[in-house]
């Protein structure tokens, strides 16, 4: 196990008001008396059973098991719910559980259409959207505001998602084409030219399959971007703390090698992509790849999170007097650079 305090005692490492409380013992109680199903996976990159065990909580203090793979690297959550409990959770308990509101909000919406700009910016930025308008298909749209920026852009739209309510609010609202279901539910007249998920796969139980639908749905030309928690980044996005970044919801933990591992698998070529993650890849047939394992880098920037966490917390407790004065003994006894390095190293 990667820290001591990532061991399965059941305590949040988050202040967790009444509700949020309530929902966890319901949810803990249902595990201990098996009204939630688990199931042991292999590795879905490489088949591989071999594994270092990273974890036995999240964020909550809920039971989650997360594993490194020997083999190919990438940090998956075994045993698991099973979908079936995985849907009752959903149905019942995310929403509260995560601090979230069972009603769809214009807060919601308009925060979901930040992310639809900040996508856009970034197919744009790599020259992989035409000025003419293209079609453009979202996995998990929600209430589909990423959807109304690339709308607001001139170009056509269409949202499949799960969530009722999250659909119904998105066509009654801003009269969005939204459907509920997934990719198995559609019949599309034209292919798309881009299909997004975002913050999507990571929730994704069977994730070979996932693709080998996304395939029948996809042209040549067709750009598939995908977005998920990158977790080379917790050091910049949850304050060096992986007990923050699991999430009982996560069954799968990306590095950008990880993610392009999976495409690559099922044919398709990272075209760009960075450690956030956001990234962009198109079909090009059978690659015939063996995945490249990033297993050792992981590892060693799994375990240099905790040493860095501690580091961090002083650092933040300090004053803005003492950091200065801080900074000032490591340039005047000429050690700052000495630090940084050895700082970088772990
Ligand atoms: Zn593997």
């Not at 459907?179 to 034209?190: N, R």
């Not at 799968?252 to 591992?261: A, E, Q």
């Amino acid at each position: 196990m990667l820290s001591r305090r990532l061991k399965n005692d059941g305590v949040s490492i988050l202040r967790l008001n009444e509700l949020q409380i309530e929902i966890k013992k319901q949810i803990d109680n249902k595990v201990e008396i098996g009204n939630y199903h688990f199931e042991y996976i292999s590795c879905p990159i490489c088949n591989s059973n071999d594994k270092d065990l990273i974890g036995e909580k999240d964020r909550y203090g809920l039971f989650f098991s997360t594993n490194l793979c020997q083999k190919c690297g990438l940090v998956y959550t075994s045993p698991r719910m099973i979908q079936e409990s995985y849907n009752s959770f959903y149905n019942l308990e995310y929403r509260k559980l995560y601090g979230g509101s069972e009603e769809v909000s214009p807060t919601f919406f308009q925060f979901q259409k930040k992310f639809g700009k900040r996508i856009y910016t970034f197919l744009s930025n790599h020259n992989l959207l035409s000025k003419t308008p293209i079609n453009v298909l979202e996995v998990g749209c929600g209430a589909g505001g990423i959807l109304d920026h690339f709308r607001d852009e001139g170009h056509f739209v269409k949202g499949i998602d799960l969530g009722e309510k999250y659909i119904n609010y998105g066509i009654s609202k801003y009269n969005l084409d939204l459907e509920v279901g997934s990719l198995k539910d559609i019949t599309l007249e034209v292919k798309p030219d881009l299909i997004i998920y975002s913050h999507v796969l990571e929730h994704i139980l069977d994730l070979n399959y996932e693709l080998s639908l996304l395939k029948k749905h996809i042209k040549p030309e067709t750009i598939v971007y995908i977005e998920v928690p990158g977790i080379k980044e917790i050091h910049k996005n949850y304050n060096y703390d992986i007990l923050k970044y699991f999430q009982n919801a996560h069954t799968f933990h990306f590095t950008l090698n990880s993610l392009t591992n999976l495409f690559n698998k099922h044919g398709f070529e990272l075209i760009y992509g960075n450690q956030f993650v956001m990234s962009a890849f198109k079909f090009k047939g059978d690659l015939d790849r063996i995945p490249i394992s990033d297993y050792g880098d992981v590892k060693t920037y799994m375990s240099s999170l905790e040493s860095k966490r501690k580091l961090n917390e002083i650092y933040l407790f300090l004053s803005k007097k003492n950091k200065l004065i801080l900074f000032k003994i490591l340039h005047f006894t000429g050690t700052y650079n000495f630090v940084k390095k050895l700082y970088n190293r772990y």
